[in-house]
Nanobody, 125 residues
Framework: QVQLVESGGGSVQAGGSLRLSCAVF????????MGWFRQVPGKEREWVAA???????TYAASVKGRFTISKDNAKNTLYLQMNSLKPEDTAMYYC???????????????????WGQGTQVTVSS
């Protein structure tokens, strides 16, 4: 059974950094697309970043230049390096994956079939 397990969330002051990890279990091949989303209570899940199996990366405008998505294929783990964090980055962050290949452009929730349980990020001012 495929499982995505996030870790690395926590509390940090504005301007600080965190690195989220998403370990993939139960699937040894490379997904066509992996990504990160975030959600605050009462709002829609918001796309943050995505990475294709051919290393094409895309970012939401709100995080571009501050966040970096990467993958360690040997560890089968996806990362989200978050720098210059702002209070508005506070959310539950979710890892997502899909077999279908993704190219450039914004992503939506329905583009991904597999989801992790989420890890909380809190940024204080």
């Amino acid at each position: 059974q495929v499982q995505l397990v996030e870790s690395g969330g926590g509390s940090v002051q504005a301007g600080g950094s965190l690195r989220l990890s998403c370990a993939v279990f139960g699937y040894s091949r490379s997904y066509g697309c992996m990504g990160w989303f975030r959600q605050v209570p009462g709002k829609e899940r918001e796309w943050v970043a995505a990475r294709s199996s051919s290393d094409i990366t895309t970012y939401a405008a709100s995080v571009k230049g501050r966040f970096t998505i990467s993958k360690d294929n040997a560890k089968n783990t996806l990362y989200l390096q978050m720098n210059s964090l702002k209070p508005e980055d506070t959310a539950m962050y979710y890892c997502a994956a899909d077999m279908a290949y993704c190219s450039g452009g914004d992503k939506v929730r329905s583009d991904f079939h597999y989801w992790g349980q989420g890890t909380q990020v809190t940024v204080s001012s």
